[in-house]
């Protein structure tokens, strides 16, 4: 499965700590937010893949906001609603769309986010990427060197995953440490530095090589 970033807008503590649980067993980062600071969310430049609003958290104005954002980005969204709002809910039909009501188990909750995130995702020859002697597996979360395999941590693979799926474009320290290790990530930029280093010297130099430093920048994935 390829990381997904998650837009999450609610008022409630409880579905957001949901949320943080599920972005740790899920490949996805979210970004937690209300209502009334959505488009300061927004504003911040963050791609998103799906946007998430609990109906409970707004009024007929914001959710037409959110509705409107999903919409002219073609995001998919979870609408989050009560029992008694189930005769009444509407759901968008320009996007890919589903809900779930509030108080469902965390396993629903994880199970409806897969369902729009990786719609019928399986192992596929997209889930394949190879440069020079490496393959990625991005269904299984495996590389492979001279058919061999790497023993990186979760976050090596994701950072080494997501500059090979993103190739030819230089992303500064701050982009990486967003999109690979989250929008919560409080740790500094230095982080990135040693990543890379290691999977450098873990991949070998044929591929290493691939991982071009970017002068005042950052780092970009050369094919």
């Not at 970004?31 to 963050?46: K, S």
């Amino acid at each position: 499965m390829h990381h997904k970033n998650v837009l999450f807008v609610s008022r409630s503590a409880a579905l957001q700590d949901s949320m943080r649980t599920l972005s740790q067993t899920l490949d996805v980062s979210a970004l937690l937010t209300h209502p009334d600071a959505f488009t300061e969310a927004v504003g911040q430049g963050h791609d998103f893949d799906l946007v998430a609003l609990d109906l409970a958290s707004v009024d007929d104005a914001s959710r037409e906001r959110v509705e409107n954002y999903a919409h002219e980005n073609a995001l998919a969204q979870l609408v989050i609603c009560s029992e008694d709002d189930l005769a009444k809910l509407r759901l968008p039909v320009e996007t890919r769309a589903d809900f779930m009501v509030a108080g469902a188990s965390e396993a629903e909750f994880e199970a409806r986010l897969t369902h729009l995130l990786w719609p019928g995702e399986e192992t596929s020859p997209d889930d394949f990427v190879s440069i020079d002697n490496m393959t990625i597996n991005l269904a299984t979360y495996q590389v492979l060197v001279d058919e061999r395999p790497v023993d990186l941590t979760l976050m090596e693979y994701s950072l080494l995953s997501f500059l090979a799926t993103h190739p030819s474009r230089a992303y500064s320290r701050e982009a990486l440490l967003h999109r690979v290790w989250g929008f919560e990530y409080c740790g500094g930029t230095r982080t990135v530095d040693v990543h890379i280093r290691r999977v450098r010297s873990k991949v070998g130099p044929q591929v290493a090589s691939h991982i071009v430093t970017v002068r005042g920048v950052g780092y970009l994935f050369r094919v």
